[in-house]
């Protein structure tokens, strides 16, 4: 391999090398003087340290002095006004934020759930009646079209000019465990601490203990609506279904009302108050259903109940029979 230097002249060579070792010297020259410039700034603000320790020291004694009335007056302390600058218009607020930031988060937080709650307060409507929803087979997303359907039977309770139905849903399955049937259990049971929410919307796959709070005596009170059941009034019918916009709704859905009795918050006289008042609405739209289903020779719906994830295998349960 050839070198390098044979093929530059050797004037040009000597050159180049001689510039290459001053800019290495210049390089460490400089590195060396930045380096010892630290050194000296490091050591002059340890001396600054020390030298306003000592001063701090000085004036405690002179203080105590003072203090204890030893001396009225020392040349020792320091009256000269503290020179550090302070931060004046916008870099104030920037620098009360930097410092007080997390305080500030919390206090924006706790304003922000206030400001919700009060708009909420404000805005929410009072509704004229309120429907709860238990049956889990997809009605619960009708629950503006169900709203529409009760509006249409009953009238301005409240004097706000308007009449407004709200449906809560919450769809139970009693063979499940998880965290969405736990939050809607616990928002089915409250609807039952009051006398109000008597409506109940339920199925074959409800719960027992929520279907031994209705009032079982409908078939009784209205023997000749063939659409009575157990539970309340079937919804067994094309014409609901078609008016809640649900073609596929199961057979098996029910409008029941609750039975009057002393509740956490009520007396059992106002609910029987209430049961007296919307038991009415109920047999509106009883009376209203079957006109017109007998009118339409209404067959009723075809879909089965549905299957709930985690119920038994009914065909596994007669085997084993």
Known sequence: MSDNKNLIPDEDYE?????????????????????????????????????????????????MKMKNGVIEHSDQISETPDTTRKPQGFERVTNFIYHYKIPLIFALAMLTA???????????????????????????????????????YIDDRNGDGEVYVQVIACPLNPNSTDMSQ?????????????ADNLFMIVDSNTDPDFLGVLYHDFQKDYPDNKYMTENGLSLNLKCFANEVKYESMPYDVVLGMRAPIKTLQDSEQEMKDNFERDVKVFEKIADDLAKKAEETNDTGLETPPVKLKGAPDSSQESSSN
Request: glycine letters at 0%.
């Open 15 to 63: 050159y180049e090398k001689e510039l290459a070792r001053k800019e290495r010297l210049s390089a460490k020259e400089k590195q060396r003087a930045l380096e010892q410039a630290q050194k000296d700034e490091e050591r002059r603000e340890r001396e600054r340290e020390r030298q306003k320790e000592q001063q701090l020291l000085r004036e405690r004694v002179e203080l």
């Open 182 to 194: 736990t939050s809607n259990q616990a928002k089915a049971l409250a609807q039952l601490q009051t």
């Open 114 to 152: 206030a400001v919700y709650i009060v708009y909420d307060t404000v805005s929410r409507k009072n509704p004229d009646m309120t429907v709860v929803m238990l049956a889990n087979n997809g009605l619960e997303f009708r629950t503006e079209e169900l709203a529409d359907f009760f509006e249409k």
